[in-house]
Every structure is written in structure tokens, then in C-alpha cells.
């Protein structure tokens, strides 16, 4: 596995955890850079690197990050996005990993890049739960503006630094992981 392999891992995986905070603006950030010439994707997903995938990318991000601030219609939107932060996360890895067996490929998506995309997702709507019901709703604004900065850091550390970004989504699944083991030993 060479230098620039691990990079690509690298960067889809911190990708997949920024799908975890939203689900579009890590794609429409991937399919800006990919059409500025910063990262190449791989062939079969040259597509996403096109003014069309830009444009529809970019009004999808806009439409969620704006629900996102309506009290409860975000919790509705918490239900369809975990399965689809899977997804998305799975779809990042794959564009990104460069020079890997088709099957390693696909494992690793689906593993590292699906699991941190829906392991992150759960954790906010999780968060965003909590807060509708001991705020009213009132909170989730907070929520919200935390996420989207979340999604936009982790995407542009992820273009930029990739590396950098792996070892953040190391700490996070570490926190997430103590978590669930805090909350585990308090059930019983």
C-alpha cells in the first residue's frame, strides 16, 4: 500500500464522519474539490466531479442545513438520515480509495466509512433528542449550528489534512465508544 492510498483512506473516512453531522455538505465538498482539480476521484465516480452533481449537491446541502433549524421537523429528519449517513459514508470511501482490490474497497466502505458515517449520526440525533425534550426544541438550534460547523470542519480537514482527520475520527469513536460503555454499566 503506498503513500497516496492511505491518504485517500484517509480522507474518506474523515468524509464519512463529516456525512455523520450532515449528509450533503461533505458530499457537495468532495464534488467542489473534485471539480477545482484538488482530489481526483476514482473513474466510476468521475460524475460527481460535474456542474450538475455541483448544483444538485449544493441545493440538497442548502435545503438540510436549513431544516435542520425547524424544532421537530429535525427529529423527523434524524429518521431518514441515518440510514442515508450510511450510505453516503460507504459512497465517500469508495469515490476516494485509490489503487485497492475491489473488495477491500467495498470492505473497508462499508465497514470504516458506513459505521463512522451512522456511529456519528446516532450520537447527534441522539443529542438532538435529549434537547427537543428537555428544551421544547428551543435548543436544537445550538445543536444544529454545532453539527453543520462540525461537518464543515471535518470536511475541509479532510480535503486539506487528511490525515489530520483520521486521527480526529479515532478520537471521536473513542468518545463514542466510552460513552456506550458509561451508559451500559449505568443500566445495570
Known amino acids: 500500500m503506498n ?40 473513474d466510476s465516480w468521475q460524475w460527481l466531479s460535474s456542474i450538475p452533481a455541483f448544483i444538485t449537491l449544493g441545493v440538497a446541502m442548502l435545503f438540510e442545513v436549513f431544516a435542520y433549524y425547524i424544532p421537530f421537523v429535525d427529529n423527523l429528519l434524524d429518521t431518514i ?45 441522539t443529542t438532538r433528542l435529549a434537547s427537543s425534550t428537555s428544551t421544547a426544541g428551543l435548543g436544537n438550534t445550538v445543536v444544529a449550528t454545532i453539527e453543520t460547523g462540525g461537518s464543515i470542519v471535518m470536511s475541509l480537514l479532510s480535503v486539506f489534512l487528511p490525515v489530520v482527520s483520521f486521527i480526529i475520527v479515532l478520537m471521536i469513536l473513542y ?14
Open 175 to 188: 468518545f463514542l465508544y466510552k460513552i456506550s460503555k458509561k451508559f451500559k454499566t449505568s443500566k445495570n
Open 3 to 42: 503513500v497516496e492510498t492511505i491518504i485517500s483512506i484517509c480522507l474518506g473516512i474523515g468524509l464519512a464522519a463529516s456525512v455523520g453531522f450532515r449528509v450533503f455538505l461533505p458530499l457537495f465538498v468532495l464534488s467542489l474539490v473534485s471539480y477545482l482539480g484538488v482530489w481526483d476521484l476514482n
Open 81 to 125: 438520515a441515518i440510514p442515508l449517513a450510511a450510505v453516503a459514508g460507504t459512497a465517500v470511501v469508495v469515490s476516494t480509495a485509490s489503487d485497492l482490490d475491489p473488495l477491500i474497497t467495498w470492505s473497508l466502505a462499508i465497514i470504516a466509512g458506513g459505521g463512522t458515517a451512522s456511529a456519528i449520526k446516532g450520537l447527534s440525533s
